[in-house]
């Protein structure tokens, strides 16, 4: 049988571009080529697609962009093509028709929603949740509206629109120092990675915070400070998904922001976490739970703080970082799926969503 054409996209326009370029050389160098031919796509930072035939590592560097052989392309919406339009530099095209789409895309435009629609339109195969489970998790607000409603317990939350920062800020800070106390988180609803998130000790960082939040979305929760160990469970599957062992993130820092993930060497993660028989399944059995409330196929992080109280839902990943460090793959590494199975998995559970027979 003939191998399987794979597109991975990677980069977008995006806060987290730079962290999608290197989990993107993690997904690329794990897929199992004799089973997969793997065609890349680039997205610059200004939204310009191009395919990319370099050398895998300049993916990471950010070089690929200056690559003299990249050439433009488009994924083409509609279905007759099943795949990209390449544009040659003699003026004809091209077209690549591919078997599956690999996403290695975070944030904005990329785990949103948004990029989903049009592998929809398109009709071709993805990996990861469709377009409205990517949307919900990826807005906290709705995120915790779900969970809420499943009986899932998620931290205290106020809500603060752009609409409403001018007249009305100073009655929601109030609000939120009456029903939250400090300390409390401030975070955009549409971002990933802890972008743009920050810990408000008194008005004075709270309302920092918030103007901080909106530069990166028109919609900001501000949380409760949840007293507790971060623990993370990665989930894989559709219908019938399974849970993995749990992991403990230990920051290097106060919290764990951008930079305690990807840059701060104090940071450690630790796996299995040091749990008991009853916490591990209640974060297990949680974390399947929202899974599948929230609609969620192919693949999540799901990630919590346990309390001396029990366990509370932080946010739901679609899109976890595949990074040499990144929690999901090491998870899943830990229950037993190197890192080669796992792409293969992924892709196999995208086919079987769409109902595609790749034996």
Request: charged share 25%.
């Amino acid at each position: 049988m003939a191998k399987l054409r794979i597109a991975v996209i990677f980069g977008g326009k995006s806060n987290e571009h730079d962290i999608s370029r290197i989990s993107a050389v993690h997904v690329i160098n794990s897929i199992p080529k004799e089973s997969y031919d793997v065609l890349t796509v680039g997205i610059s930072k200004k939204g310009h697609w191009f395919k990319y035939m370099g050398d895998t590592e300049l993916i990471a560097t950010g070089e690929w962009e200056q690559h003299p052989d990249n050439v433009p392309c488009i994924l083409s919406p509609d279905p007759i093509h099943k795949g990209f339009i390449v544009f040659e530099s003699d003026g004809e095209t091209q077209n690549i028709k591919v078997d599956c789409i690999f996403p290695v895309l975070h944030g904005r435009n990329g785990e949103d929603g948004t990029i989903q629609g049009l592998f929809e339109l398109a009709g071709i195969p993805y990996v990861g949740c469709d377009l409205i489970s990517s949307a919900m998790c990826m807005d906290k607000d709705i995120t915790h509206t779900v969970l809420d409603a499943n009986g899932i317990r998620t931290a205290r939350r106020i809500r603060i629109l752009r609409s409403e920062l001018d007249e009305k800020l100073g009655e929601k800070c109030d609000e939120m120092e009456r029903v939250l106390g400090y300390p409390m988180f401030v975070k955009p609803c549409n971002c990933g990675s802890s972008v743009g998130i920050t810990k408000a000790k008194n008005r004075d960082d709270l309302v920092a915070g918030i103007k901080l939040a909106f530069v990166h979305d028109k919609k900001v929760i501000v949380e409760e400070a949840v007293v507790g160990r971060e623990i993370e469970c990665a989930v894989m599957g559709n219908d019938k998904a399974f849970a993995s062992d749990v992991g403990e993130i230990r920051a290097g820092s106060e919290f764990y922001d951008y930079e305690a993930k990807y840059e701060d060497k104090g940071s450690e993660v630790i796996i299995p976490a040091q749990v008991t028989d009853a916490e591990r399944e209640a974060v297990r059995s949680t974390a399947l739970k929202a899974y599948h409330a929230l609609g969620c196929e192919g693949l999540a992080r799901v990630d919590f703080f346990l309390t001396e109280d029990g366990v509370v839902l932080n946010e739901i990943n679609t899109l976890p970082g595949h990074t040499s460090i990144s929690m999901y793959p090491k998870l899943m590494e830990h229950a037993g799926l190197p890192y080669s199975i796992q792409e293969d998995r992924l892709i196999k559970l995208a086919l079987d969503r769409a109902g595609v027979d790749y034996e």
